[in-house]
């Protein structure tokens, strides 16, 4: 174990000053010269450009086109979808019987530590970064992200992170991580896995990667917005991910900071964890939820940006109440961190102070209220089209509002002392996870198909994929709300109780169709992933540039305006030929 820890250390080091070597031979980091092909005018006032891109593997291992970019994110985001979606099939399978008669109870405690790290870490975040990256530049006009090598860079992290969070199930004899993915100490202290070393550092990795993308975000909408775009008409999508990358720029590095002193703990003998000394457990707990909660809304934020966006084009009319809409972003982003600790109401914690942190918690259900009665307005006597990416909307209002609702429950200091490590936080976390977030980013990825492919999806595969994933989500999770209720615990591979604790045969049962709910959902991906894939491959190319008639309401929108001028090209719109603001050398 020492011999491995040692190799570890010292590959980590060659790493580091590989990466710090070639920094210093980067002269510009703003400036592009791509390694094949002609040079092509990118505009005359940003002073850098793109040549012709490689082809094959190459083009995609090299390139920092941000659109290129965008698409890496969201594969990668997408398959670790579907990674963390097969690990809780395998922990949902065994709470089909109170036994534990699937896996072993180790093995489900690693499963349920991967796959929350694998849905907030590699899922979560990458898939906003894939929207960001490749819509932001062209909704504010600009010809590329601020720092295209560090967006390439940023990316680059994710998969070496991965490995590392997954090396406990891919590398024979290194037992994965059991800490649960909140790595309350001193159990992530004193567990001997390596796979926790492991995951530590690829859980560092990721927090890099969100922190240089959170850069590049906040100085792109600062520094690279065309003519016309000012803070007044800013769209509202850039204003989340603005908002979101700022809560970044806190929250991440304080997790990195807690890391480094757990791997400190775990392997140097220091003791900032250690019970009776200086720091002790609560110590982690203040430290991790100081990040864990504004990762919440770093996770949100984003997602109530698309539905601002997407939302109103289906409802045939301006979103109600923008400035309203834009100030509650910026007031979630504030408050986020300010309700850590009612995570922690049941450590002990001084009353006052779980008084002060349960108004806050309180407090911050409102701007999220203002966001809720918003959408609903701008639905009111609207022109309503039922399309994928509307459908998908509406189901995100009507989860986000449960999922909203039951935390406002747990906000209140006498119900979260009930319910608190029980299936109801569960429930609720996961009407906001997949209820609300996912069903956001598939809004996202079927109203911006015919952009970042050039064709069109199935439509009615489309709507099979919302009713089978509005179904299985609110059967599993409205399912947990009610396991939570009966005081069943989380966590737990095996749930044998006593009578007088909690009737069995209700828990089994309401376990059992959490398990048939999720077995739905998967069914709904699968279909996703079916049409995404053969649409991509096979569908006729789009060749209306106002695929959702965005012009007939006065809501045809810049990233529309560069499709438009892709498909005038002669050429049809090659990348070669194509600037990554959309415009070509004769507009110059």
């Not at 990316?155 to 992170?161: A, E, I």
């Not at 002392?417 to 956001?440: E, K, P």
């Not at 498909?567 to 603001?581: I, R």
């Amino acid at each position: 174990m020492a011999g491995q820890q040692l190799a570890l250390t010292v590959l980590m080091g060659l790493v580091l000053v590989g990466v710090a070597t070639l920094l210093t031979r980067l002269e510009d980091w703003r400036r592009y010269t791509a390694m094949a092909g002609g040079a092509v005018t990118v505009g005359e006032e940003s002073g850098y450009g793109h040549r012709e891109k490689p082809g094959g593997v190459f083009r995609w291992l090299t390139t920092v086109d941000h659109k290129d970019i965008g698409i890496l994110y969201g594969v990668f985001a997408l398959v670790s979808l579907a990674i963390g979606g097969i690990m809780v099939l395998i922990m949902r399978l065994e709470l089909l019987t109170p036994a534990s008669d699937v896996v072993s109870p180790q093995f489900y405690n690693a499963l349920l530590t991967s796959h929350g790290i694998t849905m907030l870490f590699l899922f979560g975040t990458p898939i906003l970064a894939a929207f960001g990256n490749y819509f932001i530049p062209l909704l504010i006009g600009a010809d590329d992200m601020a720092f295209p090598r560090i967006n390439a860079i940023a990316f680059w992290l994710l998969p070496f992170g991965a490995l590392l969070i997954w090396a406990g199930f891919l590398i024979p004899g290194i037992a994965p991580s059991q800490t649960s993915w909140t790595m309350y100490t001193p159990l992530s202290v004193e567990q001997a896995h390596f796979g926790t070393d492991l995951m530590l550092l690829g859980l560092h990795l990721t927090g890099i990667s969100a922190t240089m993308g959170a850069i590049n975000f906040i100085v792109t909408i600062f520094t690279e917005r065309g003519e016309g775009v000012n803070w007044a008409n800013l769209d509202i999508f850039s204003w989340t991910m603005l908002t979101q990358s700022g809560i970044i720029l806190f929250a991440f590095p304080l997790l990195g900071s807690a890391i480094v002193m757990l791997l400190l703990d775990r392997n140097l003998g220091t003791m900032f964890y250690a019970i009776g000394e200086g720091g002790g457990p609560i110590l982690w707990q203040n430290l991790f939820w100081f990040f864990g909660h504004p990762e919440v809304y770093i996770l949100v934020l984003p997602p109530m940006g698309l539905v601002s966006y997407i939302l109103p084009r289906f409802a045939g009319r301006k979103l109600f109440g923008f400035k309203f809409v834009v100030y509650s972003t910026l007031a979630i982003g504030v408050l986020s961190f300010g309700v850590w600790a009612h995570h922690m109401f049941a450590t002990g914690i001084d009353p006052r102070l779980r008084a002060s942190f349960m108004a806050v918690s309180l407090a911050i259900a409102v701007p999220s209220a203002v966001k809720t009665f918003n959408w609903i307005t701008t639905m009111w006597n609207g022109r309503i089209r039922l399309a994928a990416p509307m459908l998908f909307c509406i189901g995100f209002v009507s989860n986000f509002i449960i999922g909203g609702v039951t935390g406002v429950f747990l906000a209140a200091i006498p119900i979260d002392l009930v319910l608190t490590d029980t299936y109801y936080v569960v429930g609720h976390f996961h009407y906001i996870i997949m209820g609300a977030i996912a069903f956001a980013v598939f809004a996202g990825i079927y109203y911006w198909f015919p952009i970042f492919t050039g064709k069109m999806y199935q439509r009615t595969l489309a709507k099979w994929h919302f009713w089978l994933s509005m179904i299985g989500t609110n059967v599993t999770f409205f399912a947990m709300l009610l396991l939570g209720y009966l005081e069943m615990p989380r966590r737990y591979a095996a749930y044998e109780f006593d009578p007088a604790v909690a009737p069995l045969d209700a828990i089994t049962l309401l376990h059992q169709a959490a398990t048939v709910g999720a077995v739905i959902l998967l069914i709904g991906q699968l279909i996703f992933v079916w049409n995404v894939v053969q649409s991509w491959l096979e569908a006729p190319a789009v060749t209306d540039e106002d695929p959702w008639d965005l012009k007939d309401d006065g809501l045809f929108t810049r990233e529309f305006g560069w499709h438009a001028d892709r498909l005038a090209l002669p050429d049809g719109g090659e990348e070669e030929a194509m600037t990554d603001g959309g415009e070509t050398e004769t507009d110059q």
